[in-house]
């Protein structure tokens, strides 16, 4: 079985470094904490389809972009 938080963690950190964005950046554009960002980021937490909507838009990218194993 897949691990979905860290292909999710990885791709929104690679999108979001490719984007030139900060951690508090995407948390502000996405209007979610920044703890949970990193949290996110790390694998640690398992964010909703609709945090995984709004991280997407602010990244200007496709929710499922964020799903996609590498």
Sequence with gaps: M????????KNVRRFRQHADMTQEQLAFAAEIDLTYVGGIE?????????????IATALGTKPAELLQPE
Aim: glycine share 14%; proline share 5%.
């Design 42 to 54: 790390r694998g640690k937490r398992n964010p909703s389809v609709l945090v995984l909507v709004r």
């Design 2 to 9: 897949d691990d979905w938080r860290g292909i999710v963690g």
